[in-house]
Every structure is written in structure tokens, then in C-alpha cells.
């Protein structure tokens, strides 16, 4: 078991870029054991997948709305997992949640996570 905390959520401009991170407040546990991902959900709407990455080899997988703009990374410690967005839109608007999943399968569905974040809200103004 894993408990998550996010950071690096907030207020941002159209155009802006922001990096959220994720990392393990449970003692003896990385990020690094588990495939992680990034999910959002915005005001009204079901939770999206982003982006994920495998704890093994650090492969990773991006959903197609996101692709080119998301970038999911972590750190040589795999002690923290990234999300970066580049050009926010308000569209991006929503509370970002990390989880994660043990394994070496990335999942696309909410479903398939079996630990959570409490989540960071990000917020585009235009």
C-alpha cells in the first residue's frame, strides 16, 4: 500500500506552463515499485487519463487529447513522478490526481488504479 501526495497545482495564465509532482508519504515505498499515472477531472465531468509510466523499463503512454503537450517523467531516485504541461488552455482547468498500480501494466481507466492522491487543482484563467 501507498499513500500519494500531489504538488505544484495553482492559478495559471492561458499559454503557461506548470509541472506537477507526485510523491510516496509512505515510508519504505517509492513511486518507483508501481506504474503510475497522471488522471484529471474537471467540474461535472468523469475522470480522464493523461498520462502513465511503467516502474520496470519508464516506458511511457499519453492519451491522444494530451500528446504532445503532457509529459510524464520521474526521477533517477523514483521517488517522484512529474507531470509537465506545457501551453495550459483553460480546458485544463481540473484537479489532477496521480495514481498507481502494481505491475508493470499501464492501464487507461480510473479502474485500474488501485491507489490514489487527494489531487491538485489547477486553474486557467484566458
Known amino acids: 500500500q501507498i499513500q500519494l501526495v500531489e504538488s505544484g497545482g495553482g492559478l495559471v495564465q492561458a499559454g503557461d506552463s506548470l509541472r506537477l509532482s507526485c510523491t510516496s508519504a509512505?515510508?519504505?515505498?517509492?513511486?518507483?515499485?508501481?506504474?503510475m499515472a497522471w488522471f484529471r477531472q474537471a467540474p461535472g465531468k468523469d475522470r480522464e487519463f493523461g498520462a502513465a509510466?511503467?516502474?520496470?523499463?519508464?516506458?511511457?503512454y499519453y492519451a491522444d487529447s494530451v500528446k504532445g503537450r503532457f509529459t510524464i517523467s520521474r526521477d533517477n531516485a523514483k521517488t517522484t513522478v512529474f507531470l509537465q504541461i506545457n501551453e495550459l488552455t483553460p480546458e485544463d482547468t481540473a484537479v489532477y490526481y496521480c495514481?498507481?498500480?502494481?505491475?508493470?501494466?499501464?492501464?487507461?481507466?480510473?479502474?485500474?488504479?488501485?491507489?490514489w492522491g487527494q489531487g491538485t487543482q489547477v486553474t486557467v484563467s484566458s
Open positions: 509510466i511503467t516502474w520496470r523499463t519508464g516506458g511511457t
Open positions: 509512505t515510508s519504505g515505498r517509492t513511486v518507483g515499485q508501481y506504474t
Open positions: 495514481a498507481a498500480r502494481p505491475g508493470a501494466i499501464m492501464a487507461t481507466s480510473a479502474a485500474g488504479y488501485d491507489y
